[in-house]
């Protein structure tokens, strides 16, 4: 597989803004694997609507421990993630996941901030979104309300209805909302865990297909708070995550 580093320039946009658009990120061979890869394993989930973000898009989490494409894939975006995190020397890959969000069962993403749910003492985040097809704005590709992230933490969204972050923080439309983005397969963006972010419904006729790998600062320590993905895991309160459910990339 090919895939291109961060450049300056984006590496510059996403300390500003807290998010960045990376075209041509990923060779187009390799992305039409990954999506026939993608519609094969999602078409076996069975979880549908459990929750609002069930509502929101369906997802087929760790994929890339199960898949050695999208294990590449992951592996490849560390040294970038490393860089676009700026002083961190190591990151460690929190989830990697395959996201569909389909016309007439799936409705718009809320706003909300990735990081509150988390058991980390810090927030040295980002997420990775791949197109795996095209995803032209009517589609649902992410929206982001720029330079949020320097906003710190903003509060827990879906747990209820209207919690939204632009309903609980109205004064969030002082930041430009990005434009709406249309992406072709192989492109991406990224967004850091503080930054406010949705997206609309799929107004199209067929699925969005994306794949997501969160990376965090390899430095953080874990809180104890309580997370279906670390609980039970053996994990020790004010230490690093040393499990091999967290790899540990470096540049």
Excluded: I
């Amino acid at each position: 597989m090919e895939m291109r580093r961060v450049t300056e320039a984006e590496a510059a946009a996403f300390d500003r803004d807290g998010w960045a658009h990376l075209p041509g990120l990923v060779d187009p061979a390799t992305v039409a694997d990954l999506a026939e890869r993608a519609r094969a394993r999602l078409a076996s989930r069975t979880t549908r609507h459990a929750g609002r973000v069930d509502e929101a898009f369906g997802q087929s989490r760790d994929v890339a421990a199960e898949d050695e494409r999208f294990g590449a894939v992951m592996t490849a975006f560390g040294p970038s993630a490393v860089e676009l995190l700026h002083g961190v020397a190591a990151v460690r890959v929190q989830v990697s996941n395959l996201l569909v969000k389909e016309p007439g069962e799936h409705g718009e993403t809320a706003f909300h901030q990735d990081f509150p749910w988390m058991p980390m003492d810090r927030s040295a985040m980002l997420t990775l979104w791949l197109a795996l097809v095209d995803v032209p704005a009517e589609m649902g590709s992410l929206r982001f309300f720029t330079g949020s992230h320097t906003r710190g933490l903003l509060g827990r969204s879906f747990l209820r209805a209207g919690d939204d972050q632009l309903s609980v923080h109205p004064w969030l439309r002082e930041h430009d909302l990005s434009p709406p983005l249309d992406l072709a397969a192989g492109d991406a963006t990224v967004h850091h865990s503080l930054t406010v972010h949705g997206a609309p419904a799929n107004r199209l006729g067929r699925a969005r297909l994306s794949f997501t790998a969160t990376y965090f600062d390899a430095a953080t320590l874990y809180t104890g708070a309580p997370y279906a993905q670390t609980d039970g895991l053996g994990l020790t309160v004010n230490e690093p995550f040393e499990h091999e459910r967290f790899p540990c990339l470096r540049p």
